[in-house]
């Protein structure tokens, strides 16, 4: 079965950095576009960034871009998210997701925290 598990969250002063990794398995992962998610409390789910199969293509949105970069490993099915400049606003639970025809796949999340 198809499966996205997110790692490498924690705790981080502002100005700092994270890499955070999505694992993925159950599907041909160099075939399917990856994006990260993010939800602060209280706040709606919003797209951070997306990549295309070969990586080649990327779109990141404009509240994090200059600072996150996303990228992919094929030979690994795995997705990154570089944060580097990490801000207060930044702290959210951070998702992968890839839809695969009618179905799409989440992963459980995985908790950036940025104190002010």
């Known amino acids: 079965q198809v499966q996205l598990v997110e790692s490498g969250g924690g705790l981080v002063q502002p100005g700092g950095s994270l890499r955070l990794s999505c694992a993925a398995s159950g599907f041909t992962f160099s075939s399917y576009t990856m994006s990260w998610y993010r939800q602060a409390p209280g706040k709606e789910r919003e797209l951070v960034a997306t990549i295309s199969t070969t990586g080649r293509s990327t779109n990141t949105a404009d509240s994090v871009k200059g600072r996150f970069t996303i990228s992919r490993d094929n030979s690994k099915n795995t997705v990154y998210l570089q944060m580097n400049s990490l801000r207060p606003e930044d702290t959210a639970v951070y998702y992968c997701?890839?839809?695969?025809?009618?179905?799409?796949?989440w992963g459980q999340g995985t908790q950036v925290t940025v104190p002010s």
């Open positions: 997701r890839t839809i695969l025809g009618a179905n799409d796949y």
